[in-house]
């Protein structure tokens, strides 16, 4: 017995090697994504290669019945959108990098495609431990090197409100990793809604919960404070749902009556800071429809909304189509300088909204690519009752509204990675549970 079973291991060692290599590839990949982007790219190509030599090794992985179907709920047609507006773009150099820098969007969903699902899910629990830890250590190194840079010039060691002022949060707060205060959030925010699939202990889960929640305080990204408000609601209406069904009427009003005090104070305490200052005040500036407005008492800016306007009007020019897949900045920076919005035309601003900016790239061919987009894949996730997915994409959704999610590395990897996985796996899954209510009926 003890031979046949050795002799079992050693036959299939050169498998279990490439599946181990395989997994720590992917776990580095996003272990890296919210502390050093460049690492994180490099372990996705490594697993790119490890994953077809795996396939390639262990027929047994692969997926037999291939469903060509599932391309669809991927990013794979963000890539062919990508190779429509090279067909026509005035910049074709530029256009060939913008290419290069999406290949995850063909790559990832052609190889996944041939993987099983129980492999598949294997691959997403490794990826969700691994962007568990790195945002947990990006938090703490942070949050650390900002209560360094705080004490250092101190007598004391006391914290006042001045440690979330503008110094200490946002940009500042998150350039010692070379980080975007939007998309680190959205990676914690990432870890926080499927923590409870990868930890078991509550005093873990909690002590990570109060960690995390400080850390989007330094972030004051203010998209994200509206995701995480929208994202309890959604929580709270699930809960409040299921013990309602059950008849825990008490712990449903101290469940709420938690949230409320929890949300009344963490808004009281941050009302007299740097925090509240960018929420209440900036919030007036970039709804602003004038050109220029005042940013702060020290600068001026151009509000994101009437930098909108100005780039529609790129869109009115030509909306079936666009104008090419690298077009957008050269073409904004053009029409920013003739409404004299003089400021975003110097920094070389994009749209700063997916949507905008797909429709000055691809035109309204883009726009519905989007859309579609986001309303198969939440359909998806409803349909299996997956409600931490649908909640990712109610996140992602959010954030396109107020940046160029797709078109920036810190975004591309990302949905590459975790969209194709989880629409992967819950097609599947859908399509499972129809057999099953076939077989059954």
Same mark, same amino acid.
């Given at each position: 017995?003890?031979?046949?079973?050795?002799?079992?291991?050693?036959?299939?060692?050169?498998?279990?090697?490439?599946?181990?290599?395989?997994?720590?590839?992917?776990?580095?990949?996003?272990?890296?994504?919210?502390?050093?982007?460049?690492?994180?790219?490099?372990?996705?190509?490594?697993?790119?290669?490890?994953?077809?030599?795996?396939?390639?090794?262990?027929?047994?992985?692969?997926?037999?019945?291939?469903?060509?179907?599932?391309?669809?709920?991927?990013?794979?047609?963000?890539?062919?959108?990508?190779?429509?507006?090279?067909?026509?773009?005035?910049? @074709?150099?530029? $256009? &060939? #990098?913008? /290419?290069?820098?999406?290949?995850?969007? =063909? !790559?990832?969903?052609? +190889?996944?495609?041939?993987?099983?699902?129980?492999?598949?899910?294997?691959?997403?629990?490794?990826?969700?431990?691994?962007?568990?830890?790195?945002?947990?250590?990006?938090?703490?190194?942070?949050?650390?090197?900002?209560?360094?840079?705080?004490?250092?010039?101190?007598?004391?060691?006391?914290?006042?409100?001045?440690?979330?002022?503008?110094?200490?949060?946002?940009?500042?707060?998150?350039?010692?990793?070379?980080?975007?205060?939007?998309?680190?959030?959205?990676?914690?925010?990432?870890?926080?809604?499927?923590?409870?699939?990868?930890?078991?202990?509550?005093?873990?889960?909690?002590?990570?919960?109060?960690?995390?929640?400080?850390?989007?305080?330094?972030?004051?990204?203010?998209?994200?404070?509206?995701?995480?408000?929208?994202?309890?609601?959604?929580?709270? @209406?699930?809960? $409040? &749902? #299921?013990? /309602?069904?059950?008849?825990?009427?008490? =712990? !449903?009003?101290?469940? +709420?009556?938690?949230?409320?005090?929890?949300?009344?104070?963490?808004?009281?305490?941050?009302?007299?800071?740097?925090?509240?200052?960018?929420?209440?005040?900036?919030?007036?500036?970039?709804?602003?429809?004038?050109?220029?407005?005042?940013?702060?008492?020290?600068?001026?800016?151009?509000?994101?909304?009437?930098?909108?306007?100005?780039?529609?009007?790129?869109?009115?020019?030509?909306?079936?189509?666009?104008?090419?897949?690298?077009?957008?900045?050269?073409?904004?920076?053009?029409?920013?300088?003739?409404?004299?919005?003089?400021?975003?035309?110097?920094?070389?601003?994009?749209?700063?909204?997916?949507?905008?900016?797909?429709?000055?790239?691809?035109?309204?061919?883009?726009?519905?690519?989007?859309?579609?987009?986001?309303?198969?894949?939440?359909?998806?996730? @409803?349909?299996?009752?997956?409600?931490?997915?649908?909640?990712?994409?109610?996140?992602?959704?959010?954030?396109?509204?107020?940046?160029?999610?797709?078109?920036?590395?810190?975004?591309?990897?990302?949905?590459?990675?975790?969209?194709?996985?989880?629409?992967?796996?819950?097609?599947?899954?859908?399509?499972?549970?129809?057999?099953?209510?076939?077989?059954?009926?």
């Amino acid at each position: 017995m003890n031979g046949k079973f050795f002799s079992i291991v050693k036959k299939n060692r050169p498998i279990i090697g490439w599946q181990l290599f395989l997994r720590s590839s992917f776990f580095l990949f996003s272990f890296f994504l919210p502390l050093n982007t460049r690492l994180s790219n490099a372990f996705l190509i490594v697993s790119m290669v490890l994953a077809v030599i795996f396939l390639h090794q262990n027929p047994n992985a692969r997926n037999l019945g291939v469903q060509k179907k599932m391309l669809i709920y991927s990013v794979l047609p963000f890539f062919l959108l990508h190779i429509m507006g090279l067909l026509y773009t005035s910049y @074709l150099e530029d $256009g &060939y #990098r913008y /290419l290069e820098k999406t290949i995850s969007f =063909l !790559l990832v969903p052609i +190889i996944f495609l041939f993987f099983r699902r129980e492999q598949l899910l294997q691959i997403l629990s490794v990826l969700l431990k691994g962007l568990l830890c790195g945002s947990v250590i990006s938090v703490l190194v942070l949050v650390g090197l900002n209560l360094s840079n705080y004490f250092l010039n101190r007598e004391t060691y006391y914290i006042s409100r001045d440690l979330f002022d503008y110094y200490h949060t946002y940009q500042y707060y998150t350039k010692p990793l070379n980080q975007h205060p939007t998309y680190l959030g959205l990676y914690y925010l990432t870890s926080l809604i499927f923590m409870n699939e990868i930890l078991q202990r509550i005093w873990i889960k909690i002590t990570l919960v109060i960690v995390f929640l400080i850390g989007f305080l330094f972030l004051n990204s203010r998209i994200i404070f509206l995701v995480i408000l929208l994202s309890m609601i959604l929580f709270v @209406l699930i809960w $409040g &749902y #299921r013990l /309602l069904k059950i008849k825990k009427y008490k =712990l !449903l009003l101290m469940y +709420i009556l938690g949230l409320g005090i929890f949300l009344f104070t963490t808004l009281k305490f941050i009302s007299g800071t740097y925090i509240g200052y960018r929420i209440k005040n900036i919030y007036k500036f970039e709804i602003s429809t004038e050109n220029e407005e005042k940013f702060n008492s020290k600068a001026k800016s151009n509000p994101r909304m009437s930098r909108w306007i100005s780039s529609l009007k790129l869109v009115e020019e030509r909306p079936l189509f666009g104008y090419g897949i690298a077009d957008e900045y050269p073409n904004l920076k053009i029409q920013f300088e003739k409404d004299k919005m003089y400021v975003a035309s110097k920094m070389g601003y994009n749209a700063h909204n997916q949507f905008i900016g797909y429709a000055i790239r691809f035109g309204m061919v883009g726009v519905f690519l989007l859309c579609f987009f986001f309303l198969i894949n939440a359909k998806l996730a @409803l349909t299996i009752k997956n409600y931490r997915y649908f909640v990712l994409i109610l996140i992602v959704f959010c954030v396109a509204m107020v940046e160029n999610f797709f078109d920036r590395n810190y975004g591309i990897t990302f949905s590459a990675v975790f969209f194709t996985l989880f629409s992967y796996i819950g097609f599947q899954t859908l399509k499972s549970n129809i057999e099953n209510q076939k077989l059954n009926s």
